[in-house]
């Protein structure tokens, strides 16, 4: 895998986005629909903090039983006739595919939905054992035709507009230019018709997988789950290892916070439950049902409690729709496929720290992504904890994350240890105080980046120490 | 080790010692704000239905005939993917021939791979039953059977459903309890909530991106 | 629901929280109150501390500035260097010994003693007492003089319009946002009109906007934009942290807008100093 390398280029990438008038316009106009759409699904705040900490407690306890659960559920799939497969790795996950579409010399796979089958980066896998791979939601197909990343994950070509669509569609599907997105959208559905009917393969991700009743349950839209998980002979659905739920009646409050939280919509147009392959008697539906269980760093996360809380995760994306930071700089700045706040906890188990050290850092701690969780992550608190795993020395003890320690430095440490001792020393801190009003003149007119955007801060001619000491007395 | 074993392993000495959450579902959350008058469960669900473009008509048992060939005819359609091995294909296939309409009638009696090219390509409608729908969020329910498969309901670009006015529910939860879901699941269950669509290109909405372009659900107010 | 996690084991599952009550108030005005006056306060806009020490003390309380404090610890706590941060509130805990209210001119570190110091000394049952109680009586300055005080301001002023920053953890974490509105809505000639995206971060967070400049600039010209947007012709917040940074960008745009803390706009506009003129 190449990821890793990307990641380092954070900076860079922010640098670009927020300086790209387009883009910031569409994301900005995006997040606005977004957030409105989502606040209009909550009109009872208090409805909504009760299923918020409801989803939380169905999602931690999952969690609390994790293993116990996986195995039930692959239990009750196999019963119903899934073949269940376990991968530690993307490598190992891409050969389990790999080795279905080898058993059934499978030339054509065609792809609903799913953020961990971008994870893997199964598409540029296959295409190289040279398997076509074509992505059927209309947005990753648009991102896919463009040769680019989804910026979302929830709305993979969300950075683009109807205009640049057009533009793509024109140049690769030598269509008539239109930015009419009824058209658009019905020579995606005509493209993708004819690929559905030819696929050999169909992969799928996997919204929650009930362990009681060995389901798959998928939300989606526009149809295209649908199809890729009945129409072709043989379905590939793969997930992570926290996706499981103990309950079907689980689904009930994490399906109504999903599809509100996500697109604001009380429930999409599909929802789809899968538990096996065609029985004999049945006429459609693939013969053939595979679940590829992927862990892929998720047990690392799944080590710590604090850290665990990270796979609550229901893939909503409201944490990104509400992220300061993501609305200036879009999706693509990340270089991770979980892009926004949730990208910034979840990848570096995915990536190790060296390769994600910025990401925990590029956050004000606003607190917006953590206040709209539908299941309740403490993304803000899990950030801070990351930054911590970021700057502890490299050899230090215990060992929590891969790369922890990315972003010691000796220096930064002892200006912290500094900073510690004038905040202890009341003296010490008065000495300071005061060299820092008398001097305050002195101010250097540039200070490092702080004074791109601002002008340098000048102390006050006294501080509050001296004039509360004039005014009350030594306390 | 396999993967399995290992991962499994790696998971069970993080919860070392610690005793698994107990189950504390708070069934009034997602039943009581979801909860209706009996007289407000129908108009709710068209409501919902009809706001992401679904089409909605109540009629009667003895009714609803008629208005499929009036929706078909509307729309210059004269053939319709019925099963005739269901007591409402049968109904349909009875209508057509009193009336002396010509519409033609396909049945879904064979596997999909011995017709697809003309399921995909030349079946512009079709009619399924469903096992009730939910008020609160504007769905139907369909597991489809041999009789009814799944792609019935997905692939023509008009799906027409059935629906009896006395299997609307309230909510989810409810009908996971009343038609014992957890007991028992088809290889597929579907909640249908309106014609397929899509906001991928700027938010947009546009109707009809893989699956019907249209949903036509007759209420059947005696059934 | 269930209160916590059902074993208490380090590595158990957690559990959010469950939902906080409302927080109550004493009834009874207290007799003394401590003002910890925070770092930023201290250096960049002393004269907005000795205006909070003038309305607290107009509503007959006797303020004490323990002159041994210095910074709660946050600029550490968020950056990471969690033990740098836990001595720097260990000597700020030593400070507040006797059970007089704590109050803190900014939501942010306010904050800190409420909710992170807890966190921060999870592991020390003894000391955690100490800032259990300390974080019960701990207040914003402004819910402070809403809730505790039942401030009645009168307004002395000429009509003006006004635009309110609230910081992210005094909206987020403090719930504070709903007092300083409260406040201003008693000012009868003042307007408070809001201002595009209202409750979006201004960029600041502490080491994030020299960490981030790129973002954390772009954040700033569109919270100062929105904010001249606004039509209004005074701007208020009441953490500093946010002044510094809205300020800051204000000054660097050769913009005439400043920001005030709230705390100032209050004593100016309900008739400056407290009686006495102890100052």
């Known amino acids: 895998m190449n990821a890793p390398a990307i990641p380092m280029t954070f900076k860079c990438r922010a640098h670009d986005a927020v300086h790209d008038a387009q883009l910031r316009r569409n994301f900005r106009g995006a997040m606005d629909f977004l957030m409105a759409k989502r606040a209009a699904q909550f009109p009872d705040g208090d409805e909504l903090e009760r299923l918020r900490s409801f989803g939380n407690a169905v999602r931690a306890r999952a969690l609390s039983k994790l293993p116990e659960l996986l195995e039930r559920l692959e239990t009750n799939l196999t019963r119903n006739g899934v073949k269940v497969h376990w991968a530690e790795t993307v490598d190992e996950a891409n050969a389990i595919v790999h080795d279905i579409v080898r058993a059934h010399e499978a030339r054509q796979v065609i792809k609903g939905k799913s953020m961990v089958s971008e994870e893997m980066e199964m598409n540029h896998y296959l295409e190289g054992h040279g398997v076509d791979c074509l992505e059927s939601d209309m947005g990753e197909f648009i991102v896919q035709l463009g040769n680019e990343k989804p910026s979302h994950i929830i709305m993979p070509a969300i950075h683009l507009n109807a205009g640049q669509v057009a533009s793509l569609f024109h140049d690769k599907l030598e269509v008539d230019y239109t930015e009419d997105v009824d058209r658009l959208i019905q020579i995606g559905r005509e493209t993708l018709r004819r690929k559905f009917y030819e696929a050999d393969i169909g992969v799928s991700g996997v919204n929650f997988a009930v362990a009681e009743t060995g389901s798959l349950l998928l939300v989606e839209n526009e149809g295209n789950g649908r199809m890729s998980t009945t129409v072709p002979p043989v379905h590939i659905a793969v997930t992570g290892i926290e996706k499981v739920v103990e309950n079907l009646r689980d689904v009930v409050p994490l399906l109504s916070l999903l599809t509100r939280s996500a697109t604001g919509q009380p429930i999409t147009t599909y929802v789809n439950v899968i538990s096996g392959p065609r029985k004999a008697e049945e006429l459609d539906g693939p013969q053939e049902v595979h679940l590829v269980l992927l862990d892929n760093g998720r047990s690392q996360a799944f080590a710590d409690s604090e850290l665990r809380q990270t796979l609550n995760c229901i893939r909503c994306g409201a944490c990104m729709n509400h992220c300061p930071v993501y609305t200036r700089i879009g999706g693509h700045a990340y270089g991770t496929v979980y892009p926004g706040p949730i990208g910034k906890i979840i990848t570096p188990h995915m990536l190790g720290l060296e390769a994600t050290k910025d990401l925990p850092s590029a956050s004000s701690l606003c607190g917006a992504c953590g206040e709209v969780c539908p299941v309740k992550i403490p993304i803000p608190a899990i950030l801070r904890r990351l930054r911590e795993e970021n700057v502890r020395a490299p050899d230090d003890e215990p060992r929590h994350m891969r790369g922890q320690g990315s972003k010691y430095s000796r220096a930064e440490g002892l200006a912290w240890k500094g900073w510690r001792l004038l905040n202890t020393s009341p003296r010490l801190y008065r000495l300071f105080n005061l060299a820092a009003t008398r001097l305050s003149a002195l101010t250097p007119p540039k200070l490092g980046p702080w004074t791109e955007h601002h002008s340098a801060p000048k102390a006050a001619p006294r501080s509050l120490h001296e004039l509360a000491r004039e005014h009350l007395g030594e306390d | 080790m396999s993967a399995k074993e290992r991962i499994l392993a790696k998971l069970g000495r993080s919860l070392a010692g610690t005793t698994p959450i107990a189950d504390d579902y708070d069934q009034a959350l997602v039943t009581t704000p979801w909860t209706y008058a009996p007289e407000q469960r129908i108009p709710r669900l068209r409501e919902l239905l009809e706001a992401v473009h679904g089409e909605t008509h109540l009629t009667t048992t003895d009714g609803w005939p008629a208005r499929v060939v009036d929706a078909l005819s509307a729309r210059g359609i004269d053939e319709l993917l019925i099963s005739p091995d269901t007591p409402h294909g049968q109904q349909f296939a009875a209508h057509i021939a009193a009336i002396g309409k010509s519409v033609r009638l396909k049945s879904y009696d064979r596997p999909v791979e011995a017709w697809k090219d003309e399921l995909f390509f030349g079946t512009p409608a079709s009619l399924t039953g469903t096992l009730g729908g939910i008020s609160a969020t504007g769905s139907l329910i369909l597991w489809p059977t041999t009789a009814e498969p799944r792609l019935m309901s997905l692939v023509p670009p008009l799906h027409i459903a059935l629906l009896k006015a006395s299997e609307v529910y309230d909510n989810l939860y409810s009908v996971l309890q009343a038609q014992s879901w957890a007991e028992g699941l088809p290889t597929n269950a579907l909640l249908v909530s309106g014609p397929s669509k899509t906001a991928d290109i700027q938010q947009t909405l546009a109707y009809g991106a893989h699956g019907p372009k249209e949903l036509i659900v007759l209420i059947l107010e005696d059934a | ?279």
């Open chain 3, 1 to 279: 629901m269930s209160n916590g996690t059902s074993n208490t084991a380090s590595n158990a599952t957690r559990l959010a929280p469950p939902l906080a009550a409302a927080r109550t108030y004493p009834e009874q005005k207290p007799s003394d109150v401590y003002l910890f006056g925070t770092c930023v306060l201290d250096l960049f806009f002393p004269d907005a501390g000795m205006d909070a020490i003038r309305l607290l003390e107009r509503e007959g309380i006797r303020v004490h500035f323990p002159q041994g404090q210095s910074c709660c610890g946050q600029p550490a706590y968020t950056s990471g260097y969690t033990d740098d941060a836990r001595e720097v509130a260990r000597a700020q805990l030593a400070l507040f010994a006797r059970d007089w209210p704590v109050v803190v001119p900014s939501g942010s570190c306010a904050g800190m003693f409420r909710h992170h110091y807890p966190e921060l000394f999870a592991g020390e049952p003894d000391t955690l007492k100490q800032v259990d109680a300390l974080s019960a009586r701990t207040y914003e300055l402004a819910e402070f003089l809403l809730e505790v005080c039942k401030i009645r301001l009168e307004d002395r002023g000429a009509p003006v319009k006004v635009a309110l920053h609230t910081s992210c953890s005094a909206r987020r974490e403090m719930g504070t946002h709903v007092h300083g509105r409260a406040l201003l809505a008693q000012l009868e000639q003042v307007e408070r009109v809001d201002h595009d995206h209202e409750s979006e971060c201004c960029g600041f967070g502490g080491t994030f906007s020299v960490r981030m400049p790129d973002i954390a600039g772009a954040m700033v010209r569109d919270k100062t934009a929105a904010l001249k947007g606004s039509g209004a012709a005074e701007v208020v917040s009441a953490d500093c942290g946010c002044l510094l940074n809205i300020n800051g960008a204000f000054e660097k745009q050769y913009e005439r807008l400043r920001g005030e803390h709230l705390a100032s706009f209050l004593l100016r506009r309900s008739g400056g100093k407290a009686d006495g003129g102890q100052s």
